[in-house]
Each structure stands twice: as C-alpha cells, then as structure tokens.
C-alpha cells in the first residue's frame, strides 16, 4: 500500500528534471497515483472509527425508529403494531399520564435550576477574570464536583440530604430553628433536592465557558468607556453582558441537553420517586426499557428523545457554530 | 495583547493603591472563598463521615472533627464488596477505550486533516453528526444488538462501543493540520510512508493533544455510569462506578461511614489525576467549550 509512494516521487522527481516520465503511464495508472490511491488510503485510514460510528451510532439510530413500531416484550418475538407505541404515549389512560409527567419531570429539572445556575456562574466569573492571586486555586476547586463522578457525588448528597436529624441539611435548619425535611423522599423536594445538587455540580463547568468568553473581549473596549466616565455596571451592561451573548446562549443550551440526559443521580438518590416526580423521559425510558422490557414503547420514548434533543442540539450548533463541548 | 497585559497590570496596581481597592478586594476574596467553601463542603462532609464511628453518625449536632479517627472504615470497605475487581475492571475497560481511542482518532485525523480524497467532506460531516447522537437516544437498539451478538456481560460490551469519539478526531485534527506540510513533502521525498510519518513525526509533535484527549477519554470512561448498569448483570463484570452504587443500594442505608470510605475510594484517582494537570485541563476546556 505504501510501497509506491517513493516510485511515484521518483516519477514526480524525474519529471521535474526532465519534462517527461521515464516510463509512460496509461490513464489509469495516472488516476490511481494521483487521486484513486490517496482516496483509497484515505478511507483505509477512516475505516475503523467508520467502522464503530456505523455499527454503534447509525445503525442503533435507523433500527430505534423500527423497533419504535413494534410491541416487543423481551423474551418474546417482535410484533408490529405501526405507531401504536407513539398513540399509547400520547392517549393511553395509563401510559400517557406516566410520560406526560416525564416531560414534565424532565424540563423542570432541566429548566429549574438555570436562572440561578447561570447567575451564580457568571458571577463567579466575572469575579476570577482579575489578576489577582489566587485565581487559579479558586478555578480549580470550582471544577472538582464537574470531574467527580455522578454516582460518588449522588452518594455523599443522599448523606447530606438525609431525612434524619442527624443529616448534615436538617442539622443546619434545625440550628436555624427551622422544621427539619424528608428531602429526596418528600414529593414537592425531591426535584428541587436533586436540581440543586446539579448547580453544585455543573457550576465549575460554566464558570469556565463564561472565563472563556471574558477574555475574549477586547480590553480596549473597556479602557474607551472608562475615559468616557462609565462606571462599572454600565461597562457591564453595554459590554459585557451583550459581548457574551453568544457564551450566555451556549451554556443555556447545552445545559437544557445535559439537564435532560441526566441519569446516574436520579437512579442512585430517588429511582424516579418519591410518587414518579423525579421520572424524567431518560428514566422513564429506562424503566420501560430495563425494568418491564418493554423494548417498543422505551423505543417510542427514545425517538422522542432524540427529536428533542436533536433539535436543541441543532439550535446551538446554528447559534454559536460548531463549538465542540465535552462533559455530559 | 500587549495592550490587554498592560491595562491587567494596571488594573493590579490600581487594585492596591487606594484604601477603598482594597476593601474590594478583600470583598473580592469573601465572595470567592465563600463560594469556594461551598463548593469544598460536600467532599469535606464525605472525608469526616469516613473516618466516623457508627454511634458518631447519629449525633445531632452533626461533628465536622470526628472525635474518634476511624481508618478502619476504609479497610472495612474494601473488604466487604469485591472493589478490587471493581477497580480492576474500570481499570481495564478505560484504558483499552482510551488507547483504542487515540488509535483509531489519529487515523482518522490524519486522513481529514491531510489527505484529499473524494467524499472527504460528506465524511466529516458524517463523523461530526455522531456528536449529536446522544448514547441515551440509542440505549435501547444498542443494547438489542449487542444481545444479538452474545456480547451482554463482557468485556466487549463495555469496550468496543466506545473505541471512536468524534470530538476526539476533531480536536486531534485541528492540532495535525498545524504541523507544516512542508515537513511532510520533504518526509515524503525521503520515503517515508503515510503511516509512518503519522507515528514518527505528527504524533511525537501533538503529544501534549494527545495527552489531554487521552485524559478526556480516560476521565469519561472511569465515570460513565448508564451504560455499564445496562449491558453488565453479573458481579465480577460490575465497573467501579455501578459497583458503588449496588454497594450503597443493598446495606438499606445506615452503615454511611463505610459508604463514605467507599466513595472516597471510587473518587480519589479521577480527583488525583485532576490535580495533577488540572491547569492544562482547564484550559483544554476553556478553549474546546468555546472557541473564538
């Protein structure tokens, strides 16, 4: 495969010294040397990330929407029933009211928690872009929950949201003289319990975005408003918070799709209780899916899931270009 | 730039000169190190409750100080769930995800970033669309087709899926297309293959790319929860991260000085490693989070 490479410098070489090839060549040789071969090695060298992309992304993407028009109760044979699955979810007397909720469940989480989340985030960021000592070390503490592990941090806020006295939440409030709370197993706190964990967790993360978006802009900016007397929230408000526009809008984003795949806490602190309030789509899927084995109807809520998420996903991918993120 | 460092320094000395900078940034400091606490809070809480009694648990006022320092509860912990093997296993399956990530992430890299080949921006396009594709979406097919070819509770399930990352391809990309092409023609005169020329000069030259994105391969790994529940039912296939979960899930709740240990445990390499380079990873995140 690359054997050829050094004849056909050589080639190339002598036909820079002599105008001519030593040997001619049939157009098909041409055309393999030129474009066919570099194509071919090209692909060659796509082949196996092609290979796993097509087998565990695209190919799960095509065969979700078939299996979505199936009743297939795992161990028993596919049936297809057409798009009674999407029917049942939107009218079932049962099924409907159960995903209803999720939706519900899903977009509070997801919505819930952003205005005070962004406040916090930019605030913090706005307070680390000075030069002051220290910074660093602040930056990095922020960070730590957003590397921790789901499940470790789910783990220690189940001890600190404990239901007890003894809980380190009810401690506090009962110093305050305040009536202790069940938390995860109280109906109207488990969400509110469970969203602010995720600004705990997904502040450092937004802290950085918005340090990012900060520094770039222009310094200039600044110096030309600070000789025409502005004071510092009018420098806020005429530039930093427009210039940081499209940052603001791409955390907004990318936290409502990172709200709604939420997963690991919702398993490891509520199972989607206390009374179905913290059954978000991903877990009520799961339930369908891995709990009942009902692998149709977790498909129905999977597409979804998807057109949602597809949609949000190509809004930011319009709005801000193609930021690439990482962390989910 | 220079404009932008002098007005920083400026800012700097400004900051110090006038009693009332200084009260800002005393203000400046309260709010950053309250919020700091805040943030530490819960690992602290999680480090004292570890080295707690059972009878300390229970006290109201909760203690900060354990008044008896109990290391036992970490060799307790590890004795009572097979953590080891836990351990082993995320050890395993995120290295091989990461190694065979920076494999199959190079090349591909390679090929974007340096050849012309026809379909290349259908290609890329096709590749970048991955990224959209969220693994929840496809839980259910992937786990039926993964049923389909016997690979349920292996070592397979947990590894093959995960052995290419669009992000990846991107980020290694962007970093291969600034090495000069001029070192490649001249490479190429003294004939030196594709494949060689992408492993003896590209990637030496990238390393530090290659370290953070291993990194990045790594850390989600280690930390990836959804997908080992699903695909492992037996225990000795169990990850560290599904192995603390069932190993707080079946005590009912009360023994929480071991569980604290416990998570001590799972979380201390990621937050080690973190430490480690974390000023090199921050800044991998501010520049892929946003660019420009």
């Known amino acids: 495969m690359f054997g050829g490479e050094l004849r056909s410098q050589c080639n190339v070489l002598a036909l820079e010294s002599t105008g001519r090839y030593p040997v001619p060549l049939k157009s098909v040789k041409n055309w393999w ?48 029933i057409g798009l009674d699955n999407f029917k049942w979810l939107f009218t079932d007397p049962i099924d409907a009211p159960a995903f209803h909720q999720s939706v519900i469940n899903s977009f509070y989480y997801a919505l819930g928690g952003i205005p005070l989340n962004m406040a916090i985030s930019l605030g913090l960021a706005l307070l680390l872009n000075r030069r002051l000592r220290g ?111 499209p940052t603001t809008f ?21 199972q989607g209780g206390p009374l179905g309030r913290t059954t978000t789509i991903v877990y009520y899927l799961y339930q369908q899916g891995f709990e009942t084995f009902r692998m149709g109807k977790a498909s129905a809520v999977a597409v979804v899931l998807f057109a949602l998420l597809l949609v949000l996903t190509f809004i930011q991918f319009k709005a801000v270009g193609s930021r690439v993120y990482y962390y989910d | ?19 009332r900078q200084m009260v800002f940034a005393a203000l400046w400091y309260v709010f950053l190190g309250g919020a700091a606490v805040a943030v530490i809070m819960p690992y602290l809480w999680m480090l004292s409750t570890s080295l707690k009694g059972t009878a300390e648990l229970f006290t109201y006022p909760p203690t900060w100080i354990p008044r008896v320092w109990r290391f036992r509860n970490y060799l307790d912990a590890w004795n009572a769930a097979p953590f080891a093997l836990y351990f082993f296993n995320s050890l395993f399956v995120a290295l091989v995800v990461t190694l065979g990530q920076l494999v199959t992430c190079s090349l591909a890299a390679y090929a974007f970033a ?83 020329f992408l492993g003896q000069v590209i990637l030496p030259l990238t390393k530090p790319v290659l370290a953070s994105q291993a990194l990045f391969a790594f850390m989600n790994n280690w930390n990836s929860y959804l997908w080992p529940l699903i695909v492992t039912t037996s225990k000795h296939l169990r990850t560290i991260q599904v192995g603390l979960r069932y190993f707080v899930g079946q005590e009912g709740g009360t023994q929480w000085g071991i569980f604290m240990a416990a998570t001590v445990f799972v979380s201390l390499p990621v937050v080690l490693v973190y430490f480690l380079v974390q000023k090199s990873f921050v800044e991998g995140i501010a520049m892929t989070g946003v660019r420009g």
């Open chain 2, 114 to 196: 340096r050849m012309e080949f026809k379909g290349k921006n259908v290609a890329f396009a096709l590749y970048l669309s991955t990224t959209m594709i969220s693994e929840q979406a496809t839980l259910i097919p992937s786990y039926l087709l993964l049923k389909e070819l016997n690979w349920l509770d292996t070592y397979m399930a947990l590894t093959v899926p995960f052995l290419a990352n669009a992000f990846g391809i991107f980020m290694l990309r962007q970093a291969f297309m600034t090495i000069p092409r001029e070192l490649e023609d001249a490479a190429t005169m003294d004939g030196c293959g594709r494949l060689r």
């Open chain 1, 135 to 245: 910074v660093e070390l602040f930056r990095t503490m922020y960070f730590l929950p957003t590397i921790t592990s789901t499940v470790a941090v789910s783990v220690v806020w189940m001890w600190i949201y404990h239901p007890a006295d003894y809980g380190l939440l009810n401690g506090l409030l009962l110093r305050l003289g305040l009536p202790p709370q069940s938390w995860l197993r109280d109906p109207r706190l488990a969400m509110p319990a469970l969203i602010a964990m995720g600004i705990w967790k997904g502040m450092g993360y937004n802290v950085i975005i918005f340090l990012a978006g900060l520094q770039n802009i222009p310094a200039h900016l600044y110096e030309a408003a600070e000789i025409d007397g502005a004071g510092e929230f009018a420098k806020f408000r005429k530039i930093t918070w427009p210039l940081l526009g």
């Open chain 2, 1 to 19: 730039m220079s404009g932008l460092v002098g007005s920083r320094l400026a800012m700097r000395a400004k900051l110090w000169r006038h009693p």
């Open chain 1, 33 to 80: 040397l030129s474009w066919g071969r570099e194509t071919c090695t090209a692909y060659l060298f796509l082949l196996p990330s092609f290979l796993v992309f097509a087998v565990f992304t695209f190919l799960p993407v095509i065969f979700s929407l078939v299996i979505s028009l199936f009743r297939w109760n795992l161990p028993r044979q596919p049936v297809y």
């Open chain 1, 250 to 270: 791409y955390i907004l984003v990318i936290s409502v799709i990172n709200s709604l795949k939420a997963f690991a806490q919702i398993h490891v602190m509520t």
